[in-house]
């Protein structure tokens, strides 16, 4: 279905895809597909009101069949670390040392509250937008 940017009522858009619950695997391909679709150009108030509603069922499908567990205190050093092109010896100073740091960015030790809060103030300090907390490093 291809969705165009003409004046269609928010009924109208109803009728034409008849969004329900994604069950299947071709069904969300389709709304997938219905999505990018959508998101290629300008949308009326309608289309927009119709994208969100496709957005939250394609949310409800990929939990349910593709989950993402809690990351892991390795996963989360690592995405920031790449981020701020950080490098593991910048860390030493949290950990006391680089095999300390390659244990926690390996996943084989984790770190305490001293070191949590550590490293939320070292990353918050390379950007003013993030307000991480001990606790995002520390559960």
């Not at 299947?24 to 949308?43: N, P, R």
């Not at 030790?109 to 490093?137: I, Y």
Request: hydrophobic share 40%; aromatic share 8%; charged share 20%.
């Amino acid at each position: 279905m291809t969705l165009t940017s003409n004046q269609k009522t928010y009924t109208d858009l109803l009728i034409q895809y008849q969004p329900k619950p994604i069950t299947t695997d071709d069904e969300y391909k389709e709304a997938l597909a219905i999505v990018e679709g959508m998101m290629s150009g300008e949308l009326t108030n309608a289309e927009t009101t119709l994208l969100k509603l496709l957005v939250l069922l394609i949310e409800v499908y990929e939990q349910k069949h593709y989950p993402m567990g809690e990351p892991t205190l390795a996963a989360t050093l690592e995405s920031l670390m790449h981020e701020f092109d950080v490098v593991p010896t910048s860390l030493v100073g949290i950990f006391g040392s680089t095999d300390i740091v390659k244990e926690v960015l390996s996943g084989q030790r984790g770190v305490n509250e001293t070191q949590a809060e550590s490293l939320a103030k070292f990353f918050n300090s390379l950007n003013s937008g993030l307000c991480l907390k001990p606790e995002d490093f520390w559960k």
